[in-house]
């Protein structure tokens, strides 16, 4: 061996030089800075940086004394309030772990995910506590975990059940809890069940490090600006809100909190907070794009929008762009903190056709800053497709913003992670310039004759006949091709079609073999996300009587 | 011992989730996503991100076939053209380490930096050819490097002296180079000599991880948008331009470079490429701020300026800011990668007087996004000091963006890191609202009478006066007091002004100990980067003929 390079003498990390990566710090850097400028904001309730800094160290403090620390968990089942946004910083500075529940769950589902996580603490609230009480009632009772509820001022109904309110127990707290970062940026912050459409959810565990570098990764995505005001309509239980509680304290910005997603509130927010910035579903979208005149009267400043979970409709994008805000495709997994990958503009397609514009936009994108590396590959050899925008592979991600893995789910971790990249489940071609489009997710694929059919490509022609509002396509099983495409459509108000005549306009638009087999009448069946859950589409479609 | 906590459990670093942080990752990025954008523009020569990337294979692997690998060290001798900024991507991409020097020394600070450096290859361009050929002369034969001249299409004069062209050198390189990100983030990217007024410049050693995140730590602190034009005043040589060669790769921004700093081509540059961002010393702020009006005609768009070295004069921000441009005050060191201190505005100042402004503005500030620790305290105990404005301690940083240390210096490390804070030798007050505010180099301040004076307090009282141009206060050494102040005056052109009335003019503005017991009227001598050499002026006040 020769001796080490001069570079690799006596230039060790101390103290001075090296700290584990924490979002954490972006709170204290907040409060210490920004002291007095406006943190969160949820009805009457307007918190300053330096009085959510001093709560959350309340609240990390409150959690030390109760006996939580390092490696325990921490489940909170409550809406987008402040609450839950000091639950993303007082949780990890007590060392515990954030598992945020997605509140569509049932009691059963969320019983599961409570006991799995092995939750010594939960925090719910007025609107949640029927499934929190039907899903403490399924836990064995050494499982039961410390209840704490928080009492919003501005909701009426439901109960609280738990043990003490979460006003009580963080006046328990230090507001000046000398909390520390953890001791190594590897270290656990927060756990996402996903909500697996089959079997039981899995938890996905998210590191320091990850966090840090994708709430700068939004940042970065977004050109966004310090103090930008942030609308709370994608929930914070989804991917932890996709990191942005973090982002927003790195940008010292406002959070305006929501509970509920509705067109009327969200635009009034817009008007009196002055908000630039929010994130949602395509049809949150389409609800404020669809929204009376009189309720976008008065707002006149831009507003940047990021949506994830299905490409937006161009006619959505249209609408929404020519009302000032200017939308941002992205796409993730809860594997991957939510978006690592941005559909980014070209400023050469400034010129296109609107529709084609849109067409550009409803890709899924490249990749988010902070990721390195995604290609779209073969499952089977993760030899990359070529880049000819047909050849269908799996989309893989690798680098710093994918999970740390399952929790307690080792041979599932090893499996997603196989040949080094995170193997995603979804199905896309690579276009010439690089940008990656979403053709289905594998499970989603109809493999008909031995062909291959993108159930989103059928669903795209569908969507383009006029009369047509909604439309999902599954595979049905088939003696002799194996399966067949099944389309379900719900057609839009006073619209008169036939099965007949939307196969004929199937055969005018699509090759024959990709051409549904049976058309079903019937509002479509969605998540709390807006996805539509085509499991339920696929059992009804193999269903003996159906057939 | 207990049993690792669930989260400690199976849910290891592997290839899928875990990369080395390098911002050699941003070029591929902005290359595969960007091919066709405009990413270096110097006179004619225009080169695209797809351009850049490939030259910049090249040079690694031209590097790696020469022999050069990891540990290695190449020097550049260069003014702020685009292969300065392809060697900030192509040496490292080769594993080696970049030793960007400062273009205004002399040929023997020059010698002792590439023999102290162990450089193994310099490049350098028609220019420098003097200077590098003088320092060629002082090395010892053993220690001579290959030298690669870069021909600049765009310069006349000057020679080319070394053994091969930079465009022929590269031509040996794969354009398809497969290079690789280093082993570990903590390994070594770049080496920055200190411009140390006395004894020999120290070797501050960069890693991979500070370099990526102070380049991300430079877009959050200007909220910059994606695809800036970054105009490059500020040397690549100086910190590797704050780290600004890496921030635009990860901004897929324009690097319109510059050789020469003048007011008119500056202006004509931000005019006819659209400049939006660039850095540079007060000094040339004062210089775009005093051109003729003719040349300032026809910029109307917002340029975002960050300047650093000394606090900006309240008479430039104010003819910068009615210009259109926004200035940004920051502040750091070598030894932090250039700012790691910003003075983050704060909208409550927004109705204060135009003074009152630019003194705020004036102050150093608070941390930079990324960097985790800064406080004023005393440096014999490290206590912080109270933050009233008025007790002087030294500034102290840590965390991410503090240096790896000195190359070959191991005590000198060790004494800057004491007690887990990086000692900056700059002394200041602290603020009630938490900015910090410079006083003086600790070497700067003078002791009178056991009195602590600050030499910038003198001279900012000076630089008030209407007839005074430019000034420094130094420490002349006295029987009586130990030291005293003595002022170096330059008067505005036409301004008649004497000694004794400058002390009057003293004597009604600050205390009596800290009035000048000599004033001499001089052109103050400067560094190439507008800062005052007070070495010289110090040497000349305690000479024995001057006194």
Redesign the interface.
Known sequence: MSE????????????????A?SPL??LE?AA???P??TAVVHGRVRRSWAETYRRCRQLASALNRQGIG????VSILCPNLPEHFEAHFGVPMAGA?LNSVNTRLDAAAVAFILQHA?TRILITEREMSAIAKGALALLEPEHRPLVIDIDDPCYEGGELLGDITYEAFIANGDPEFEWAGPDDE???IT?NYTSGTTGNPKGV?YHHR?AYLNA?SN??SW?????SVYLWTLPMFHCNGWCFPWTMA??TGVNVCLRHVRAEQILELIRTEKVDHFCGAPIVLGMIAGAAPEQKAGISHTIKVMTAGAPPPAAVIQRMEEMGFVVTHVYGLTETYGPCVVC?W???WNGRSVAEKAKLKARQG??A?MQ??LMVADPATLQPVPRDAETIGEIF????I????Y??N?PT?EE??AG???HSGDLAVWHPD?YIEIKDRSKDIIISGGENISSIEVEDVLYRHPQIQDAAVVARKDEKWGEVPCAFVTLKPGATLSAGEVIDYCREHMARFKIPKKVVFLELPRTSTGKVQKFILRQWANEEGNA
């Open positions: 080490p390079n001069i570079y690799a003498r006596e230039l060790d990390r101390v103290p001075a030089n090296y700290e990566l710090t972006f850097r210490s800075i920004h007095n400028k390092k490696g325990d968990t772990v092995e590897w270290d656990a756990l565990v990850g700068v940042v970065m050109g966004m600006p310090g103090q790195a940008v980014e070209n400023d050469e490249v990749r800053p390195e590396g991600m690798r680098g710093n994918v999970m740390k893995g929790l307690k080792a971790t997603s992670f080094g990249w995170f690089g």
